[in-house]
Structure formats: structure tokens, C-alpha cells
Nanobody
Framework: QVQLVESGGGLVQPGGSLRLSCAAS????????MGWYRQAPGKQRELVAR???????YYVDSVKGRFTISRDNAKNTVYLQMNSLKPEDTAVYFC????????????WGQGTQVTVSS
């Protein structure tokens, strides 16, 4: 089991930047794939980025070139640097751990709200 707490969201104008943090505890963080997900109003939750235990990233096309996922295993933390934000990025952002078999670890938390508006 791993416990995750998201932070760093807020209100930002289009073109602005935010850095989200996900602090983990309760398990061996370095063993897991870590993902950032988001849920926009009235929409289903979707994956936006993930990073392997070795640090290899993946991004969905809509955020590629604008978002950067990273992890610091020594600090049990995963980050999402979001640049050139668009109104379409408005959502609650969640982090989640996955095992090497692809199973989710633990439960969804409360997430952190990102609002991009002029």
C-alpha cells in the first residue's frame, strides 16, 4: 500500500505555468510506475503522463511538449511541470501508483485543482 498527497494546483492564466507535486508514503516508492491523471468537469478521468521506476516518461499527445513528469525517488515524490497552460487543461489532477503488472496501488485521493482561465 502507498499513500499519496497531491499539491501545487491553483488558478493560472492561459500561457502560465504550475508545478504539481505528489508526495508518497507507506510503501517502497521506487518500485512503482507513477502516473498523473486528470478529470475535467463532466468528463471521465484520463491519463496525462506516467513515469517508469527507471525514469522513462510517457505523455498523451495533448500535453506533449508542454508538460514534464519527473520523480525523485530519494524524496518519494513525483512532479508534473505544466507550461503553456490552456483552458482545456482545467481539471482536478490526481497521481496514482501502478505495479509492474499494471495494477493500481492504493486508492484515488482528493487531487489538486488546476484552473486555467483568462
Amino acid at each position: 500500500q502507498v499513500q499519496l498527497v497531491e499539491s501545487g494546483g491553483g488558478l493560472v492564466q492561459p500561457g502560465g505555468s504550475l508545478r504539481l507535486s505528489c508526495a508518497a508514503s507507506g510503501s517502497i516508492f521506487s518500485m512503482y510506475i507513477m502516473g498523473w491523471y486528470r478529470q475535467a468537469p463532466g468528463k471521465q478521468r484520463e491519463l496525462v503522463a506516467r513515469i517508469s521506476s527507471g525514469g522513462s516518461p510517457y505523455y498523451v499527445d495533448s500535453v506533449k511538449g508542454r508538460f514534464t513528469i519527473s520523480r525523485d525517488n530519494a524524496k518519494n515524490t513525483v512532479y508534473l511541470q505544466m507550461n503553456s497552460l490552456k483552458p482545456e487543461d482545467t481539471a482536478v489532477y490526481f497521481c496514482r501508483a501502478r505495479s509492474g503488472d499494471g495494477d493500481y496501488i492504493g486508492s484515488w485521493g482528493q487531487g489538486t485543482q488546476v484552473t486555467v482561465s483568462s
